[in-house]
């Protein structure tokens, strides 16, 4: 038994020392594995998106929008275009809104955007920015 304990100490004691070295960093990530930040703010994209799609879905934001000459189906495809941060600072001027607020703020956020849009040629909505 003193035999086996003499061969198999140092063999337990090295196993532990390697064991709670630090591990080194991975390497970064393979082209096709994303890490946690990406996947994090992908969500928080996607959610933004849905807030501002929610807040477009409404009737009363709809018919304002026709009032205003533009059609809800280019609005739809104007908020699928927007980058992340785009769509980020639109989803937090709608939480900036008191509660109850009329919906003029949020018609006229999308207005502008849509206006920057046109004046800078990305777009072809207003014919009065040519």
Avoid at 29 to 39: E, K, L, N, V, Y
Avoid at 51 to 70: M, S, T
Wanted: proline share 5%; with cysteine.
């Amino acid at each position: 038994m003193k035999k086996l304990c003499r061969y198999l100490s140092p063999l337990l004691i090295a196993a532990l020392m390697l064991g709670s070295l630090p591990v080194v960093a991975a390497p970064a990530p393979a082209s096709g594995m994303i890490t946690t930040q990406d996947a994090l703010a992908a969500q928080g994209a996607q959610s933004d998106r849905e807030r501002i799609h929610d807040v477009l879905a409404r009737e009363d934001v709809r018919e304002q929008l026709v009032a205003q000459g533009v059609d809800p189906a280019e609005v739809e495809a104007r908020v699928a275009a927007l980058s992340d941060a785009e769509a980020a600072q639109m989803a937090d001027r709608l939480d900036q809104m008191p509660a109850g607020a009329s919906v003029v703020g949020a018609l006229f956020a999308v207005f502008v955007i849509l206006l920057v849009t046109d004046i800078l040629g990305l777009t072809n909505v207003f014919p009065f920015t040519r």
